[in-house]
């Protein structure tokens, strides 16, 4: 199982960034997928989860409103739309699997919000 993350960066509060997930290793269109994130000096959190077939999605309080989980099974890829972006959503976000009773997350990309 691989994961690679990609399009964190610096953002200016309010401002919008898109990240991206990028699967190997497994039959991606069978997996519910999720992001996580860590801010520093903070347990990880659950972001959002998103169904085999995208027709079903979550969101933790925190960013519902702001942020959409989507994916392309042709692609092996998850995305995450992250609108109206604040201070506090500074984070390492890592996508994350759970297959065969064990979780895998990526290497993460940082997330920085700041003016």
């Known amino acids: 199982v691989q994961l690679v993350e990609s399009g964190g960066g610096l953002v200016q509060p309010g401002g919008s960034l898109r990240l991206s997930c990028t699967a190997s290793?497994?039959?991606?269109?069978?997996?519910?997928m999720r992001w996580d994130r860590q801010a520093p000096g903070k347990e990880r959190e659950l972001v959002a989860g998103i169904s085999t077939d995208g027709g079903s999605t979550n969101y933790a309080d925190f960013v519902k409103g702001r942020f959409t989980i989507s994916r392309d099974n042709a692609k092996n890829t998850v995305y995450l739309q992250m609108n109206s972006l604040k201070p506090e959503d500074t984070a390492v976000y890592y996508c994350r699997v759970r297959r065969l009773s064990r979780e895998y997350w990526g290497q993460g990309t940082q997330v920085t919000v700041s003016s």
């Open positions: 290793g497994f039959t991606f269109s069978s997996y519910f």
